[in-house]
């Protein structure tokens, strides 16, 4: 059970929160330049990393905010939180 | 008349407070500080239970949380009853009730332990091996298998008892009170940090409590009495907290532990009614210090399960701690010196030692010195090859070991003997630590795992970090405590220390015998009769990963875990395999490190707190008025309300032709309602819905559908426009809060420039539908003066409007092609409203339904049900409403998606009308549907999504989603059933008033 520190809350428990799957994929701004499968790239293709990956996370039970996290996903040690719209820190 | 083996008296043990209670229906004596097992012991009873697959006569062998054998169920018969219990772990109180578990008729006569002789048809992997042909019979198989073994019988009713959950929040939690973690808990919580302790058993002190070494010493006085004046000292520091009898179950990550508090399992009846019986901890600490000990390791010999065979630190602790001598003659088999301690406990106190068995060639300490001044004999360089006693061991027999311990020379000597301690060496109980996902290392000199790492948030001290001698603990504990802590001085800094130990030891992992491995029985897991021939046949066919021969052999899989033996798994392991047991790995310890009851994992989330159910607040009418109700995600919805004994299909026909006829009544409150706000609410709907939303004027509503961005319908709804930059929402019941998630995901994500505000409204309205002819009298009365007509309040308007003084939003919208309204006013107004709206409508017998009739009207009107006729993989296209996806917008969620190769095949399925030829029959929802009747194998084409029989048709309607079924109307088809198949037609879905006239009658 992490403990996840919210950017607007700080540590809350991890059961405050819901995973949202790979960060840094952003919508295509013209979704009907793009062909089938520069579409379908941004619609299914998701990493799914042994190591440190860069996620979205929801306080879904506290303040509703999204941010980012970098997790190594094979010992779960979360290595930094950052706010929508920042910079990934450097690895 | 039972023997009575007390024989000293402990400060442990109230001698003055008797409590009588039952074993397997004979009562027994103890007294106040017993356990069940020690209790047991001192009227001489060892055989408690019977092996899980031989059904071997077995008995106490240790006095812990680790015991294999003594497994009783608690309280039989009873609804407190409880399987699997330690009878080590039980403390006895008046009237408690004990039984054995796998045995019948009983444990002396077990008709099971005719496997015992059978047993060589029962190698590793018997079950496996066995059952696997033919396929077929595995239920009948199942069945025997089901009766013959399990541990113990689940209670049948339900638990009477209270349990809870408690977060805990600390600096520093010491897990185990014994030495290591009383002097951490007391340096940590003088430093200022906030520190919880915590310990299985119901005193503290662990084993040093009831030291007896006469040679060890700190600071002058004896291990023992030197803690047991730190322990008083622990009382008054404020910053501490102790919590005995709680047991660490789970070490999971981020330093969150879950730990069961015991509150009453050791009190008797009367004192147990309306308290909390466990307690689940979640603790989260900030820095955990891990002083779990060591568990002592049995030897691996022929027939070394016997009852009265037991870990010789356990017949030191009954001696000690308990006063009870667990045998009259006794004999102790040994690799180290540990054993000695406990041969002297008995012997100061009286008791018969027969020998000391010993598989060194020589120990030079200063108490097996002792041991031989007092005239026990040693043999040296001895192993015990076979052990007799069926019930109870009554004697061992010795052969001199070989040099490289490989075999057995010389002369058979027996020994006869009522209890043998077996001490093989000690092994750092690292359960936790591995919990807590850090690794570990192998000693190769020690031959123990130990943990790899001390981290800034987690030290192991004491035994369980691999320190064992006094002196070595307390030196390693002062240097740790300082680091981790951060801290100069502790109260460790000028201890003196004087020890006596030796850490010699030879480690023979099986021992051998003078028959061939094939004929002896050399247990490993004793509560899943695993031998080690079985791990052994397991390398032999092939079995190599350790987890693979663990499930094979079923080593270590029982309900303690092998605690005990799993080290001489590996051990045999390796040495087979020519390996180092240091690559071999281990096997993962899973939480919980004791079972748990289901009570003490679900707390107070039980009965009616199992699941939140959300009510309406209209909900005390529909009870008063007889409702019956469905659960909708967590609402309780009402379904329909029967009269004069109507069925649910007489209540709904009755109910569905009211609400075209004359006016009908639905509590709609459960729809999701979300309130948009700011200067970009248009462009935001925009882009969520389907259709255009930027002319619709305020005051107005429009209905809208959502899709995914993979193109596939995802919830609908009205939006109507309050103001200029103001909207309400409406989503489906089920889908709102997950509506309200994606929502804002995009706009906190994607689009974080656009000025909207989202606030979810369910709750804070109540809605009334008014649906059929005789609505608009009924809004006529309640509001009289309100414009009613056509121009001023058309189909899909909204007005606001005052019901006497209570503000209410009123649409003009319709889920039933009538002409309707919903009236929204303030939830706590909603049973008011309600019957202000009954009462009004009395005089055209207004007509309350539920969910099925609203289900079954717009049916007939051919609207969908997202989450019925839609499962997440039919697009707009495939609904057949192209008509609401816009063509001029550039984009929405979603809309790529509709162009994609795959969402423009003609052959998708496609939401079509199904009309039976007899109307009279009603399909199944969920039924197949075919178009060929002699194909083998038939091609499914489609499935029902709605079926109904409809009052206002006179005929069965059904909705189907079927492929390619868009260009199919007017075709037969079938639906083939179990007994029939029943011949059907693709009709339009809107079965009802196809030209919405019905909207404005
Ligand atoms: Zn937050």
């Given amino acids: ?91 | 008349m039972t023997k009575n083996l007390r024989v000293k008296s402990s400060k442990y043990i109230d001698e003055t407070n008797r409590i009588s209670f039952k074993f397997n229906g004979k009562t027994y004596r103890g007294f106040k500080g017993d356990t069940l097992a020690s209790a047991l012991l001192a009227n001489d009873v060892h055989l408690v239970g019977r092996s899980f697959k031989y059904h071997r006569p077995r008995g106490i062998m240790t006095s812990g949380s680790e015991e294999p054998n003594a497994i009783v169920q608690i309280n039989p018969g009873t609804n407190r009853t409880e399987p699997n219990v330690r009878a080590t772990e039980v403390e006895i109180y008046e009237g408690l009730e004990a039984s054995s578990q796998n045995c019948w008729p009983s444990v002396e006569f077990d008709i099971g332990g005719i496997n015992n002789f059978l047993s060589p048809f029962f190698p590793a992997g018997f079950y496996y091996k066995t059952f696997m042909w033919p396929a077929s019979f595995w239920e009948k198989y199942e069945f025997f298998i089901r009766h013959s073994a399990g541990l113990g019988k689940s209670p049948t009713s339900s638990d009477p008892d209270i349990y809870d959950h408690q977060n805990v929040h600390c600096d520093v939690l010491v897990v185990g009170a014994g030495m290591a973690g009383i002097l951490a808990a007391k340096n940590a919580s003088k430093n200022n940090f906030k520190t919880l302790l915590v310990d299985e058993k119901n005193e503290l002190g662990g084993s040093t409590i009831f030291e007896n070494n006469e040679f060890n010493k700190i600071d002058n006085k004896s291990p023992s009495e030197w803690l047991k004046k730190e322990i008083e000292e622990l009382k008054g520091i404020k910053n501490l907290e102790i919590k005995t009898r709680t047991s660490v179950a789970a070490y999971h990550q981020y330093n969150y532990l879950l730990a069961r508090e015991n509150l009453t399992d050791h009190l008797e009846a009367k004192y147990k009614t309306n308290k909390i019986r466990q307690r689940l901890l979640k603790i989260r600490a900030k820095k955990v210090i891990l002083a779990t000990g060591a568990l002592e390791r049995p030897l691996i010999f022929n027939n070394n399960d016997r009852p009265g065979i037991m870990l010789s630190s356990a017949i030191k602790k009954y001696s000690e701690f308990y006063g009870v001598a667990c045998g009259s003659k006794n004999v102790f088999f040994t690799n180290n010196d540990s054993a000695y301690e406990s041969a002297l406990s008995l012997y100061d106190k009286g008791i018969n030692v027969e020998a000391v068995i010993d598989i060194r060639e020589q120990s030079e300490s200063k108490i097996v010195k002792k041991v031989k001044e007092a005239g026990i004999k040693i043999y040296w360089s001895h192993s015990i090859v076979d052990t007799a006693g069926y019930k109870r061991l009554n004697s061992v027999s010795i052969m001199k070991l070989s040099n490289d311990g490989t075999s057995v020379t010389g002369s058979k000597i027996s020994i006869s003997c009522d209890c043998l301690g077996v001490a093989g060496g000690w092994t750092p109980a690292v359960h936790l630590y591995t919990q807590s996902g850090n690794k570990l290392k192998f000693d190769e000199e020690k031959k123990i795992f130990l943990p790899k790492q001390n981290t800034f948030d987690q030290i192991s001290v004491g035994s369980c970090g691999g320190d064992f001698k006094i002196d070595e603990i307390i030196n390693n504990l002062n240097q740790m405590l300082k680091d981790t802590l951060n801290i100069n001085k502790t109260n460790l800094d000028n201890i003196k220390v004087e020890i006596d130990q030796e850490n010699s030891k030879r480690n023979i992992w099986l021992l051998p015998s003078d028959k061939p491995l094939g004929k002896t029985k050399p247990f490993v897991d004793y509560q899943n009769d695993a031998t080690a021939k079985d791990i052994k046949l397991a390398l032999r066919e092939g079995f190599r990963s350790i987890e693979h021969v663990k499930r094979y052999t079923t080593t270590g899989m029982g309900t303690d875990q092998g605690k005990l033996g799993n080290m001489h798994a590996l051990g045999i392991i390796a040495d087979t395999a020519g390996v180092k047991m240091g690559e071999l790995g281990t096997t993962t310890f899973r939480p919980p490190y004791t079972p748990l009851t289901f009570g003490t994992i679900v707390g107070r989330n039980v009965g009616k707190f199992f699941d939140i159910f959300r009510r309406t607040p209209m909900n005390d009418w529909h009870v008063e008025n007889k409702a019956e109700f469905e659960n909708v995600g967590q609402w309780k919805r009402a379904w329909y309300y029967p009269i004069n004994g109507e069925t649910m299909h007489q209540a709904v026909q009755r109910e569905s032709k009211a609400a075209r006829e004359s006016v009908g009544i639905l509590d709609a409150s459960t729809l999701g309602k979300i309130d948009i706000q700011g200067s970009d609410a248009s462009e935001f709907l925009n882009r969520v819905y389907t259709n255009a939303w930027s002319k619709l004027a305020i005051g107005k509503c429009r209905y809208g559908l959502m899709l995914n961005e993979d193109g596939m319908v995802y919830d609908d709804g009205v939006t109507t426009r309050l103001g200029e930059n103001h909207y309400i929402m409406t989503t489906t019941t089920g889908g709102a809060a997950n509506v309200l998630g994606k929502l804002e995901d995009y706009l906190q994500t994607e689009w974080p420039e656009l000025d909207v505000y989202l606030t979810s409204v369910t709750d804070h309205y109540a809605t009334v539908s008014l649906c059929g002819p005789n609505s608009k009298k009924i809004i006529k009365k309640i509001i009289p003066d309100l414009d009613l007509s056509d121009e001023n309040f058309p189909h899909m308007s909204f007005k606001k409007a005052n019901i006497g003084n209570i503000h209410c939003r009123i649409m003009r919208i319709s889920f039933t092609g009538e002409h309707s309204y919903e009236i929204n006013v303030q939830a706590s107004y909603g049973k008011d409203l309600w019957e202000k709206c009954m009462d009004a409508g009395k005089e055209f017998n207004i007509t309350p339904y539920g969910t099925e009739t609203m289900h079954l009207l717009r049916a007939e009107k051919g609207f969908i049900i997202v989450g019925q006729d839609t499962d997440g993989t039919m697009t707009p296209i495939d609904l057949q409403m192209n008509w609401i996806v816009s063509k001029k917008k550039y984009d929405f969620i979603g809309k790529r998606s509709l162009y994609r190769s795959d969402t423009m095949r003609e052959d998708r399925k496609q939401l079509v009308g199904l009309l039976t030829d007899d109307p009279n029959i009603v399909l199944e929802e969920g039924a197949q549907i075919v178009s060929e009747l002699d194909q083998s194998p038939i091609e499914m084409l489609g499935h029902v999504t709605s079926s109904y029989f409809s009052p206002n048709l006179n005929k069965s309607i059904a909705l189907a989603v079927v492929r390619g079924g868009k260009d199919m109307m007017g075709k037969k088809l079938f639906v083939p059933m179990e007994n029939k198949n029943i011949n059907v037609t693709v009709a339009n879905p809107v079965f009802y008033d196809e030209k919405n006239e019905r909207l404005n009658a």
């Fill in chain 1, 1 to 91: 059970m992490f403990l996840i520190n919210c950017p607007y809350c700080g540590e809350r428990d991890q059961q405050e929160f819901k995973a949202g799957g790979e960060a840094h994929i952003e919508r295509p701004k013209q979704p009907t330049e793009l062909s089938d499968d520069e579409w379908a790239e941004y619609l299914f293709m998701r990493k799914n990393i042994k190591g440190v990956q860069f996620e979205r996370w929801n306080h879904a039970h506290g303040c509703r905010k999204w941010f980012n996290m970098v997790r190594d996903t094979s010992n779960d040690e979360i290595k930094a939180i950052y706010k929508m719209g920042e910079k990934p820190p450097s690895q």
